[in-house]
């Protein structure tokens, strides 16, 4: 397939002064960072609410993290979990423990405290770092005795803190060889009965990543403002290339246009990933356009539908290009659309990227020819694919598909088309799951929890359209005999139950269910 151009704007060009590591077949990021800190020691690494970290004191902090861990008898494949909102220590903390040889768990804050738990577990992590609102929502009694609670922001209640906990200033860990096999991080998916999946990537995954990042320009002076949670691959898909080419990323521990606009002015800004309704509550603030924005080189948008309406709008009204990524936490193909370069192609969500192989197939799994009046579910193989669900290999093997080469590819469950010009346009979702503001919400889950309720006899969730929320999940429930509760009650049992991102908008009652000839509940 032809892959996507390489906007000729997005190209930064490298300068004497400011000297960056080149990009070899493979290199780890620890030591990529650590290179920097060579290199240009007092440039700025990380900036939150509390201050500037800069290269050095990023590789120092690392050095403390992964010398703490290998005291503890941590080793190469174990895994850590962290549980708080974006902060220069959580980027410390996840970069420390890569560089011992583990991988990070990176857990929503808004998942219910029995999730958090139930991902603790499932990870293995024997050590979990929370801050203060986070550390009271998960009671210790939850996450056991075996796992060692740390608070980034070094409050305690009960807790350890983390200035006590980390090795002393100075300290070496003993060196690790990363191997590009190994697990890099473990993304939970979004779930509300049992554990969700976590999505095993690896740092060869992180590393095609980064490779594919130079045609965004990152580099010494890029600056990322990172206004999406860093438990998100859609954040670390920025968060990495930009550390590992030396950049700057400014931290925003929660999304506010007010806030955004005003870091984008102050630090000029070059970078930014935003999802669809961050871009819409954006062109909707008072007074956007009385902002300088100019710096700005570099906007990407993923995780959700992104109207061709809004993108047009943002070309229009926002400098800079803008990037449309379509892909899958679990990996495989993505298609980039390059807004600023193909206006006519908005409808679209653009063309495979390069050393991406996209394929369409049939409901029997049979490769489909590429015609634009074929249309077949979207199916990926690249060098950015993940390990598989961790602890499960059932759930590993359904997402996979082979070809007649018995090449690995992963189905995305979507369905679509190309054009004549090879862009794809997505015509449906043959999975159910619903994307809202950015985050992946299954309604199998909420359909489970809420057949839990003595008054519902059936339910169906579906996703309607939100102009808020890009989608928002509905459910249409058909009460038992004898039980009058109102659909409010309903909505309200249902959402004390579940993470803030799942919970219902809305609650409908009806007398039954329209489903198929063979019983299968007809969602359209």
Request: charged share 20%; with cysteine.
């Amino acid at each position: 397939m032809t892959p996507a151009p390489v906007p000729a704007f997005a190209v930064l060009p490298d300068s004497p002064a400011e000297p960056h590591i080149p990009l070899p077949d493979f290199n780890a990021l620890p030591d990529l960072i650590a290179g920097h800190a060579r290199l240009r020691p007092d440039a700025p690494a990380s900036i939150d609410r509390t201050g500037t970290l800069d290269y050095a004191g990023l590789d120092a902090q690392m050095d403390r993290v992964a010398a703490a861990l290998q005291r503890e008898g941590c080793r190469p494949g174990d895994t850590i979990a962290i549980c708080a909102l974006a902060c220069n220590a959580y980027i410390v903390l996840f970069m420390g423990a890569l560089r011992a040889g583990l991988a990070a768990a990176p857990l929503a804050p808004g998942s219910t405290p029995e999730q958090i738990a139930g991902m603790v577990a499932d990870a293995g992590a024997r050590h979990l770092f929370l801050d203060a609102a986070n550390a009271r929502a998960v009671p210790a009694a939850l996450t056991g005795g075996g796992v060692r609670r740390i608070r980034l922001d070094d409050s305690t209640d009960g807790d350890e803190s983390l200035s006590a906990w980390l090795a002393p200033a100075g300290s070496r860990p003993q060196p690790v060889a990363i191997q590009p096999p190994w697990p890099f991080n473990i993304i939970y998916s979004s779930g509300t009965t049992g554990t969700p999946k976590g999505i095993v990537q690896s740092h060869a995954m992180r590393w095609a990543q980064v490779r594919r990042a130079e045609a965004g320009g990152y580099g010494p002076g890029c600056v990322t403002l990172i206004a999406t949670p860093l438990y998100s691959n859609t954040t670390l898909v920025v968060v990495v290339p930009t550390l590992a080419r030396g950049g700057c990323l400014v931290l925003m521990p929660k999304f506010d246009c007010a806030d955004y606009l005003r870091l984008a002015e102050t630090h000029r800004a070059t970078h930014t990933m935003l999802v669809p309704v961050q871009y819409q509550r954006l062109m909707n603030w008072p007074g956007f356009d009385r902002h300088d924005l100019s710096s700005f080189l570099f906007k990407a948008c993923t995780s959700a539908p992104f109207r061709a309406e809004l993108k047009a709008e943002v070309l229009r009204r926002w400098p800079g290009g803008l990037t449309e990524y379509y892909g899958m936490t679990e990996g495989g193909g993505s298609c980039i659309l390059y807004c600023h370069l193909h206006p006519t192609k908005l409808h679209t969500v653009g063309q495979p990227a390069e050393h991406h192989d996209i394929r369409l197939i049939d409901e029997e799994g049979r490769e489909l020819p590429r015609r634009p009046d074929v249309v077949g579910e979207v199916v990926g193989r690249s060098p950015a694919m993940m390990n598989g669900y961790h602890h499960q290999p059932g759930k590993t093997r359904e997402a996979e598909w082979r070809d007649a080469e018995g090449r690995r590819f992963i189905r995305t469950g979507d369905v679509g088309r190309f054009d004549e010009d090879g862009f794809l346009i997505l015509m449906d979702r043959r999975k159910d799951m619903i994307i809202s503001g950015g985050f992946n919400i299954y309604p199998s889950d909420l359909e489970a929890e809420l057949r839990r309720h003595p008054a519902v006899a059936d339910v169906a969730v579906v996703g309607v359209p939100s102009a808020e929320w890009g989608e928002t999940p509905v459910a249409f429930v058909v009460r038992r005999d004898g039980h009058d509760e109102a659909p409010e009650a309903l909505r309200a049992w249902l959402n004390e139950r579940v993470g803030k991102t799942q919970r219902l908008s809305g609650l409908k009652l009806v007398d039954e269910l329209p489903r198929s000839a063979i019983g299968k509940v007809l969602k359209r």
